[in-house]
């Protein structure tokens, strides 16, 4: 990546004269809740983690046990442990206001916490999903969103079909962006085997379905589905090897694997059809033996990635309803024997479900196939993924060998009952581990997942830039007690570097680069920044789109590093007729911390730097900034407001003001606008500022949101 700029900071003196100088109370933080065990993100040859739930006699999880109380075997070998920790995750509920149904979509995101939820991927596979069924995916899966995702868990969505990775969404613990995922799912399932056998039967001889023909003119389409899902559960499960300190969970939202792997025969060619598919007839038993291999190096890849699948037919009871309709919808005239279908498609179905329960019992999972009974499902995904131990360990002899290796794990303690994945298959001829890069930050941009040690706060905004491109200043803050000094050499400074990438949806690298910043050897700034922490202002250029903005810090003195991760979305400023731009927020107290600015265009419109702190106190002073673009060439006046309300929607601050268009046609070509909030007249509590624009020519508003909480 290419050095854009190296930052040096000058301290804060005199930062906030715009709004006047105010002295900044005491603000004792409470002690932290204890932590559940890190999660951390590294990939190791030859370390294998396994989950383990420990239950009394009556189904209660035992929590009281140490590292000395487990035993565990490989191949009947007994292990030391080398990694053992205790996960018990609550079930967190979403806060919001009291007076909205929903709570607003937060503006910042840091790493200031470990991960403390659970580890989802909802894995939608549109290639073994009828398209009539495609609704049954999106309404099982919201449900799981909805009613068991708890406001701590991190999921994401990947769609295992032919569409485009824009499909996706990566791993966030946004209920919206994870629904808005998931609805663009189309099921894709090929027509069923036995009913072209019954088509091609019919129109070749004229006789009815006959259960020894197996020629499917689908036959090629349904092996590359097969390997397409395989393949996706793999990626899956090989992005998420390096997490540990966490179970991780693939829901499969699937009707199962609708090809015959266990033909080791293949097609028959009889005398009477001769071979209607030329003379290289496709042999489906040499598909069925790819995808048995296949499936195989499937099972490795999980087990060694300690990942479990949980299988769910989104049809429940109803897929064999749906197999025996497929039978009455036979048009009338069509001979056939009916109970031969009728047994060949109940064969199918037996197939299909026989490799959704083969997934889940190879990886530990569970399959809800054949039940309505989804609650009961979920709840087992929930229960299974919140309390447990973790048991970690380096066998001394690791065998690539691709074979299947045993683990048992053991309990000391008498009445006690112990579920653990049986074992894992061993990676086959495993190649020599990469060299770790030199760059420490490289490694956090390549995790699935932001993680702490150099805690870091991140918002942004978003311009108008030179088209197409839209401007997106970033405002990431840094920890001031995570950057260190020596004590014993006054002389020694600092350095904290900001690599940054941001990656459309199909993964590629659409901006990247990333900043230095110097913090100063002066006494009195270093101390500024260990109370008020190191802030830069930074600012990159995109198209229209969605985008994941990944940065990741390194302060080199003590060799803390973290990362954080944005889901980010930038509109189009040319095509509503009214538009405004993401909210930029500086408050007195918060310009005080010194800052790095290269985001001159944002610099030219805010009184102050724009922050990512949202919790302020009652003597601050805050100044929200927002960009708006009329589209509209009439001659028209335009209200701009700013609103804060209460928890329970009570208004306790309201601004107006109303502009021209011609304002708007000179200059940059959009409304500038800048609303100054005092806090002190705020009791302590949760506020929402809304910004709002509203045309007089009529249309819908342009409004943005943001949550704030006032100590």
């Known amino acids: ?279 290289n007839t496709p042999n489906e038993a040499l598909h069925a033996a790819g995808i048995r291999d296949h499936m195989q190096t499937m099972y490795e890849v999980a087990t060694r990635a300690n990942v479990a699948i949980y299988s769910v037919d989104p049809r429940g009871i109803a897929s064999e309803a749906d197999s025996l309709l497929q039978v009455s919808g036979i048009p009338d005239g069509v001979a056939a024997d009916v109970g031969a279908l009728t047994s060949s498609l109940r064969e199918e179905l037996r197939r299909e479900l026989g490799t959704l329960r083969t997934f889940a019992e190879v990886t530990g999972g569970v399959a809800a196939v054949g039940s309505n009974d989804f609650d009961a499902a979920f709840r087992r995904v929930v229960q299974d993924n919140s309390s447990y131990y973790v048991l970690g360990y380096h066998p001394p002899e690791l065998k690539h060998d691709g074979k299947f290796h045993d683990i048992t794990v053991r309990v000391k303690r008498p009445g006690v009952e112990v579920r653990a994945r049986k074992g894992y298959y061993a990676v086959k001829d495993a190649k020599a581990e990469a060299v770790p890069p030199s760059d420490p930050t490289v490694e956090l941009l390549n995790s699935p997942m932001p993680l702490t040690g150099l805690n870091l706060r991140m918002t942004t905004s978003t311009l108008k830039g030179t088209a197409p491109n839209v401007r997106v200043p970033i405002t990431v803050e840094v920890a001031g007690k995570d950057i260190a000094v020596d004590p014993k050499n006054e002389s020694l400074a600092n350095t904290v570097r900001l690599t940054y990438v941001a990656l459309d949806l199909s993964g590629n690298v659409k901006a990247k680069g990333f900043k230095t910043m110097d913090v100063p050897i002066k006494a009195d700034t270093r ?110 006046s335009v209200d701009l407001s700013a609103t804060v309300r209460s928890e329970d929607g009570t208004k306790v601050f309201v601004v107006r003001e109303e502009r021209n268009s011609r304002d708007a046609a000179t200059g940059r070509g959009a409304y500038g606008y800048v609303a100054r909030i005092p806090l002190k007249d705020l009791v302590p509590g949760r506020y929402i500022l809304s910004v709002e624009a509203r045309s007089r020519l009529g249309g819908d508003p342009a409004m943005r949101e943001v949550q704030f909480s006032v100590k």
């Open 1 to 279: 990546m290419r050095k854009l700029l190296t930052v040096v900071l000058a301290g804060s003196a005199g930062a906030v004269a715009w709004l006047g100088a105010q002295q900044t109370p005491p603000n004792p933080q409470p002690p932290p809740p204890q932590p559940q065990p890190q999660v951390t993100f590294r990939l190791e040859a030859d370390y294998i983690e396994v989950d383990a739930v420990v239950t009394d006699a009556k189904g209660v999880l035992v929590r009281d046990l140490k590292r000395e109380d487990f035993e565990v075997l490989e191949d009947k070998k007994p292990q030391n442990i080398d990694v053992f920790s205790l996960v018990d995750i609550p079930l967190e509920r979403a806060d919001r206001p009291l007076y909205r149904p929903a709570g607003v979509e937060p503006d910042v995101v840091s790493n200031d916490k470990e991960i403390e939820g659970r580890i989802y991927v909802l894995l939608l596979d549109g290639n073994h999903v009828t398209p009539p069924d495609s609704y049954l995916v999106k309404k099982a899966a919201r449900q799981f969103i909805d009613q068991y995702m708890g406001a701590n868990d991190l999921a994401s969505v990947v769609h295992a079909s032919t569409g485009p990775a824009e499909l996706n969404q990566e791993f966030t613990s946004s209920k919206p962006r994870l629904r808005a995922a998931v609805d663009k799912f189309i099921g894709e399932k090929v027509r069923s085997k036995a009913l072209n056998v019954l088509d091609y039967m019919t129109q070749r001889s004229g006789r009815g379905f006959d259960p020894g023909e197996s020629r499917d003119p689908h036959m090629l389409e349904r092996a590359a589905k097969a390997d397409a899902t395989l393949d996706a559960i793999m990626r899956v499960s090989r992005y998420m090897a390096g997490i540990r300190g966490r179970r991780k969970a693939v829901l499969l939202f699937s009707e199962g694997i609708d090809f015959n792997i266990n033909d080791t025969v293949g097609p028959r060619t009889t005398a009477l059809l001769g071979n209607p598919f030329g003379d």
């Open 527 to 636: 101390q500024t920044i260990a109370d008020r922490g190191l802030r830069l202002v930074m600012e990159i250029e995109l198209p229209p789109g969605r985008y994941q903005l990944r940065v990741a810090g390194h302060e080199a003195l003590g060799g803390r590093t973290g990362s954080v991760f944005w889901d980010l979305d930038v509109p189009d400023f040319t095509k509503p007729p009214l538009i405004m731009s993401h909210l930029a927020i500086s408050s007195a107290v918060a310009s005080r911390m010194p800052t790095g600015y290269d985001a001159p265009s944002l610099k030219e419109l805010l009184p102050g730097p724009p922050t990512a702190i949202r919790d302020f106190t009652r003597d601050d002073l805050l100044a929200v900034f927002a960009d708006v673009y009329d589209n509209d060439a009439r001659l028209h």
